[in-house]
């Protein structure tokens, strides 16, 4: 196995090369608004790191947010489109799971990194922007208790009332959030990591579409002016 990892559904631009055993390389940049320019850069950075080419890798995974569009569809399309290219399996991973993962094990790396990890319930929440998160309640490293969802901290106070929490969304509002903690960003090298352990245990993933969960920013303007050929 070579399983290649993206993930471009927060500020976080991030790349990682896992074997079956162990994360080989890894990269992360944290760029809101260059993904499109810094993927394709890092991850053939990643592979330059190991000394193969493209052809070698055997899987893909990718983080399907949630997350705002125009980050989001980045690595969705990257990562389809080495998919297609190869010939390979691309699967899909909610990137707030890769997160927990890294929380809850103690490392980007996923088990055995370096760190003791959260020990019990916890939630993780990212930067939705428009003064909300996207966030999801964790058991534990690998078990998520809730649906992903995105709403304004102070809607949710009293559900995440009493859990430590864990990333940018979670240190942006420390008064719904008062224990929270790292990792800040997503890390491919949990996802990888993640990925592994769900494909050696023959577990469904998510098909690789995102996860928006809102509408896009972007909109179509309302009564425009519908120009037609004479």
């Not at 499109?36 to 850069?41: Q, T």
Request: aromatic fraction near 6%.
């Amino acid at each position: 196995m070579l399983l290649l990892a993206v993930d471009t559904a927060t500020p976080a631009v991030t790349v990682a090369l896992h074997d079956g055993e162990s994360v080989l390389a890894a990269e992360s940049q944290v760029d809101a608004r260059r993904h499109g320019e810094l993927l394709l850069p890092a991850v053939d950075r990643v592979l330059a790191a190991v000394g193969v080419k493209p052809a070698a890798v055997t899987d893909l995974v990718v983080g399907i947010g949630p997350g705002p569009y125009t980050g989001l569809r980045v690595g969705l399309t990257t990562a389809l489109t080495f998919g297609s290219a190869l010939g390979v399996p691309v699967r899909g991973l909610c990137t707030l799971d890769g997160l927990a993962y890294a929380a809850g094990t103690g490392g980007a790396g996923g088990a055995g990194a370096s760190g003791a990890g959260i020990d019990g319930p916890f939630v993780v929440a990212t930067d939705a922007r428009r003064k909300e998160v996207y966030w999801a309640l964790y058991a534990d490293a690998r078990t998520r208790l809730t649906d992903p969802a995105v709403d304004r901290p102070a809607d949710i106070a009293e559900r995440v009332a009493g859990r430590p929490a864990v990333g940018a969304g979670a240190l942006l509002y420390p008064d719904t959030f008062p224990d929270a903690r790292g990792p800040e960003h997503q890390s491919a090298a949990a996802l990888a990591s993640l990925a592994v352990e769900r494909i050696a245990a023959g577990a469904e993933f998510p098909p690789a579409l995102p996860l928006y969960l809102r509408r896009p920013d972007a909109q179509v303007p309302k009564n425009y002016k519908v120009v037609t050929p004479k």
